[in-house]
């Protein structure tokens, strides 16, 4: 089987994540990285990685399989991501849980005009903990289902921040709230709002005479984002960015509790633990997108979420070996 030939858009941590993990992917190999920055300010990781023009990508459709996107979710995905899912098979980490509906039908749309695969919101939340969630729920359907994520460092939640006019940089940290999480493990099943579950920390950089109070009141109330939590906007230099949150460590628990027969108590917990989020999310995208070539192989077209993936498709084992190996 010839190797599946991939591409990148956009090269920032997740971009930079897949061409890491595509250079761990012994089937796979990368066949440039398209961006919308000048191609002499793109620095790849692999040598000889070719970088191209965003706006020349039409003239690459028969060298690649699979079109990486590696947008935010705020504001490049539901432009960019219809857009290319018309002429590429395409893999997206479209994050914004609220608004996954409509974005997954304009790329289903646009997915089936153009006889494609397009793998929508994959990554590991929504991605894995959104399979976990599933099965738990199927397994044990009388039960509660808790979601937590953090301590850690939220790509799509950062980026939103740094959309914001007058902030030159920022990072926000999600923040599980223990004790709602000591009653999930022990139970409880306690009835929790969005607000009790997390709290959001924020350490943005302004841009010189931005006015601190308009960006933290355009922070705290942005909906889908930080309207329904806790946020603590924190104002710090540029130099205390570097030192203190130059990394981008995440992770989180599902957890289901519940009953089976008379009664009995059953609890199954689902978690991660990563030094790096966007090379970790990298990773699961990288595997799905092994799986949109071979979806594509088949015939299929349209938009897909990972609860309509096999999970076989995304190994570049065999079947049998896989059945040997594994199960």
């Known amino acids: 089987m010839s190797e599946i030939r991939a591409a990148i858009v956009g090269h920032g941590n997740l971009g930079r ?35 191209y023009a965003l706006s020349d990508i039409d003239s690459h459709q028969d060298t690649i399989d699979v079109l990486i996107l590696c947008g935010g979710s705020r504001s490049d995905l539901p432009e960019q991501g219809p857009a290319l899912a018309g002429r590429f098979t395409t893999v997206d980490s479209f994050d914004t849980h609220a608004r996954i509906p409509d974005y997954y039908a304009a790329m289903d749309e646009a997915a089936r005009q153009g006889h494609n695969v397009s793998l929508v919101s994959i990554g590991w939340d929504p991605g894995l903990f959104s399979l976990n969630r599933l099965l738990a729920e199927a397994v ?57 579950k997390h709290t959001r920390e924020c350490y943005v950089v302004l841009e010189e005479g931005a006015n601190p109070q308009t960006v933290r009141e355009a922070i705290v109330s942005m909906p889908y984002y930080f309207d329904e939590y806790d946020t ?26 519940g009953s ?9 917990e689902f978690s991660l633990q990563l030094q790096s989020n966007p090379e970790f999310t990298a990773s699961v995208m990288v595997a799905y997108a092994r799986a949109a070539q071979r979806m594509k192989a088949q015939g299929l077209t349209g938009a897909y979420s990972v609860f309509d ?9 065999p079947a049998a070996e896989l059945r040997q190996m594994l199960l």
């Open 17 to 51: 994540g897949v061409e890491q993990a595509l250079a761990q992917a012994l089937d796979m190999h990368l066949v440039g990285i398209f961006s919308r920055r000048p191609a002499e300010d793109i620095q790849p990781l692999t040598a000889g990685v070719p970088v």
């Open 140 to 196: 044990l359907p009388q039960g509660t289902t808790h979601t937590f994520w953090g301590k850690g460092v939220s790509q799509g939640h950062s980026d939103a921040i740094r959309r914001i006019p007058g902030v030159r940089a920022a990072v926000q940290y999600t923040v599980p709230v223990p004790t709602a999480l000591a009653q999930v493990r022990n139970g409880e099943n306690p009835a929790l709002s969005t607000r009790q």
């Open 260 to 268: 089976t027969g008379a009664g009995t108590a059953q609890t199954c």
């Open 232 to 257: 603590q906007v924190n104002f710090i230099s540029e130099a205390q960015l570097q030192a203190d949150h130059k990394g981008m460590p995440h992770g989180g628990f599902v957890i289901r509790s």
């Open 309 to 317: 993936v096999a999970p076989a498709l995304l190994s570049p084992r």
